[in-house]
């Protein structure tokens, strides 16, 4: 048994106007989605993005960030531009003048990375390369069990994994980590495989915790994986 990872949700103050972004990024197509924005991959990703109202600010780097793949140094040249044609920016996070790769900010200030031609780690993924996670070696080995994707990387307490079925990556970096605060803005969407008690029992068994004393008024089921990072299980 294993849960299935069905949307990646983004907190936003313009739901609506950052899936345009990342519609144009990406080229995926939007949907509906209840309160916000759905955007539904044209590839092998597995799943959407989830664009959620949030009147929160942002105060800090996020917990995971998209690293985009690039074919040649002309196609990295054509994203970045692309990215800052829709709104995006170009970011600081240290990265220094000799970086390879270019550190872009969307509209509301979420990071993401464009990464050099002939990347060797993300070679077999497609244009969404990577969730290039801050984590630690428990949690890749936890999200490993939870979705039943394999490890792929597993050296110096840095952790990767990736869906049987192809799709980006998720990476977790390990030390040092980024001090939490407050709710992270991008966060996990899964759907139980069976009963969601059942899953719920597996799940604290691994290492997640339950976040409230009973389901949302939807049946989700909120939780943090074993680093604190929220998550929420739906039936």
Same mark, same amino acid.
């Given at each position: 048994?294993?849960?299935?990872?069905?949307?990646?949700? =983004?907190d936003a103050h313009?739901?609506?106007?950052?899936?345009?972004?990342?519609?144009?990024?990406?080229?995926?197509?939007?949907?509906?989605?209840?309160?916000?924005?759905?955007?539904?991959? !044209?590839?092998?990703?597995? *799943?959407?993005?989830? *664009?959620?109202?949030?009147?929160?600010?942002?105060?800090?780097? !996020?917990?995971?960030? +998209?690293?985009?793949?690039?074919?040649?140094?002309? #196609?990295?040249?054509r994203t970045v531009?692309?990215?800052?044609?829709?709104?995006?920016? /170009?970011?600081?996070?240290?990265?220094?003048?000799?970086?390879? /790769? %270019?550190?872009?900010?969307?509209?509301?200030? @979420?990071? *993401?990375? %464009?990464?050099?031609?002939? @990347?060797? *780690?993300?070679?077999?993924?497609?244009?969404?390369? &990577?969730?290039?996670?801050?984590?630690?070696?428990? =949690?890749?080995?936890?999200?490993?069990? &939870?979705?039943?994707?394999?490890?792929?990387?597993?050296?110096?307490?840095?952790?990767?994994?990736?869906?049987? /079925? $192809?799709?980006?990556?998720?990476?977790?970096?390990?030390?040092?980590?980024?001090?939490?605060?407050?709710? !992270?803005?991008?966060? +996990?969407?899964?759907?139980?495989?069976?009963?969601?008690q059942t899953e719920?029992?597996?799940?604290?068994?691994? $290492? &997640?915790?339950?976040?409230?004393?009973?389901?949302?008024? /939807?049946?989700?089921?909120?939780? #943090?994986?074993?680093?604190? @990072?929220?998550?929420?299980?739906?039936?």
């Open positions: 048994m294993a849960a299935q990872l069905v949307a990646l949700c =983004v313009d739901p609506l106007g950052l899936a345009r972004f990342w519609g144009g990024v990406l080229g995926w197509e939007q949907a509906g989605d209840g309160d916000g924005v759905a955007l539904i991959p !044209n590839d092998d990703t597995g *799943f959407r993005l989830r *664009f959620l109202p949030s009147e929160v600010e942002k105060v800090r780097q !996020n917990q995971m960030h +998209f690293d985009l793949t690039s074919a040649s140094p002309e #196609t990295q040249q531009a692309r990215a800052l044609e829709l709104g995006g920016r /170009h970011h600081d996070v240290g990265q220094g003048p000799d970086a390879t /790769h %270019v550190v872009l900010a969307d509209p509301e200030g @979420n990071e *993401f990375c %464009v990464i050099a031609a002939g @990347n060797k *780690f993300l070679a077999e993924c497609g244009f969404l390369g &990577a969730l290039a996670s801050d984590g630690s070696q428990q =949690v890749g080995y936890f999200w490993s069990r &939870a979705l039943d994707w394999p490890l792929v990387w597993d050296r110096d307490q840095q952790t990767a994994i990736r869906s049987p /079925h $192809g799709g980006p990556k998720i990476t977790w970096g390990g030390p040092p980590f980024t001090a939490k605060t407050g709710r !992270n803005r991008l966060r +996990f969407d899964l759907v139980a495989d069976g009963d969601q719920v029992d597996r799940l604290v068994w691994l $290492g &997640a915790a339950r976040t409230a004393s009973g389901p949302g008024p /939807h049946g989700e089921v909120e939780m #943090t994986d074993p680093d604190g @990072n929220e998550f929420t299980l739906w039936p």
